[in-house]
């Protein structure tokens, strides 16, 4: 089993950055891929970031080049950072590994003047 644990959301000013952290514990050397996705209010889960095992990235078309997903396996974290943000990234930010399948418990960002 694998724990995951969000930190860092918060309340910015539109345009401004933030940076997610995601710590995972438990069977950890059973991880491969880590990922954010995010819910806003009255609206689907929808995926963010991934980041593979060699450090490939993937993110979508909504936030390329304003976010960037990293990962230190030697501390067992992965980190979101975003810059450039709008009220439209306003969300509860999840982190993620499909395998094993674990979710963290989600951490808020409300981009908002």
């Known amino acids: 089993q694998v724990q995951l644990v969000e930190s860092g959301g918060g309340l910015v000013q539109p345009g401004g950055s933030l940076t997610l952290s995601c710590a995972a514990s438990?069977?950890?050397?059973?991880?491969?891929?880590m990922g954010w996705y995010r819910q806003a209010p009255g609206k689907q889960r929808e995926w963010v970031a991934t980041i593979t095992n060699g450090g490939s990235t993937y993110y979508a078309d909504s936030v390329k080049g304003r976010f960037t997903i990293s990962r230190s396996n030697a501390k067992n974290s992965m980190s979101l950072q975003m810059n450039s943000l709008k009220p439209e990234d306003t969300a509860v930010y999840y982190c993620n590994t499909p395998s094993p399948d674990a979710w963290g418990q989600g951490t808020q960002v409300t981009v908002s003047s």
């Open positions: 438990g069977s950890i050397s059973s991880i491969g891929a």
